[in-house]
């Protein structure tokens, strides 16, 4: 079966604002963003790719821009499944003011069961973009053999969950998988099991330095959406 590449998008003006995004609009990449997005062809360039699919959201997009534009022909098709998830009424608002939220400690300890208020679940979440996956490997499959590989842009969370579901992990672990902004993240899928080959991979050592307490609500808690990278 088909071998998936997932990118997380570039920084964005959310995350270098503490901002928990969402679908809300307006939303792109910074400087750096834009400057991680424009180091994909050189990192991909070995690899051939049959097809893209991205979240409809604009950060994503533009992450892959850079190699669109140095692969002619090679055109996105866009798939809400892999969309970052519905945080409904905690969409846009501040990481910082958001760590004193009792549903935080949900989406920490026990993410099967938080339900953002005015969203989706995080089950629910994972399920749609392991439905995405599932259904783009059997169309990959089929129309450039078992031996292609093809690119998702994602986002944070999704890439999360979609890396738990390949491990055999249950959703209330994904917590302890952490991907970069425009990492790189491959799963080998097969007839009876996927292989993770690549997790949160950015070529840069950068990201091991200790960082400050601005992106953690609390020693231990994952950065809900994904977190602004290396400084």
């Keep these: 079966m088909a071998t998936l590449i997932l990118v997380r998008h570039g920084r964005s003006t959310a995350n270098t604002a503490g901002l928990l995004a969402g679908w809300t609009p307006g939303v792109h990449l910074d400087e750096r963003g834009a400057a991680q997005a424009a180091s ?15 979240s409809p959201l604009e950060r994503c997009l533009q992450t892959l821009r850079p190699l669109l534009d140095a692969r002619p022909g090679l055109e996105p098709q866009t798939d809400e499944r892999i969309g970052e ?12 003011e958001l760590a004193g939220e009792p549903l935080m400690e949900v989406v920490q300890q026990h993410p099967s069961a938080a339900v953002f208020p005015g969203g989706e679940s995080m089950r629910a979440m994972q399920a749609r973009a392991v439905d995405a996956v599932r259904e783009w490997n059997d169309r990959v499959d089929a129309e450039h053999g078992e031996d292609a590989v093809y690119l998702m842009c994602s986002h944070g969370d999704i890439i999360k969950s979609l890396v738990a579901d390949a491990l055999g992990m249950h959703l209330d672990l994904f917590q302890r998988i952490h991907v970069e902004p425009c990492s790189v993240t491959a ?17 840069e050592l950068g990201d091991l330095a200790p960082r400050g307490g601005g992106e953690r ?3 231990g808690d994952a950065v809900v959406g994904g977190g602004a990278g290396a400084p």
Excluded: M, N, Q
């Design 187 to 203: 799963i080998r899928y097969t007839r009876t099991r996927p292989f993770l080959l690549r997790l949160g991979d950015t070529g």
């Design 217 to 219: 609500a609390a020693e």
């Design 85 to 96: 998830c519905h945080y409904g009424d905690w969409s846009g608002r501040k990481l910082a």
């Design 40 to 54: 994909l062809p050189a990192r991909l360039a070995d690899v051939p790719i049959a097809a893209v699919v991205s």
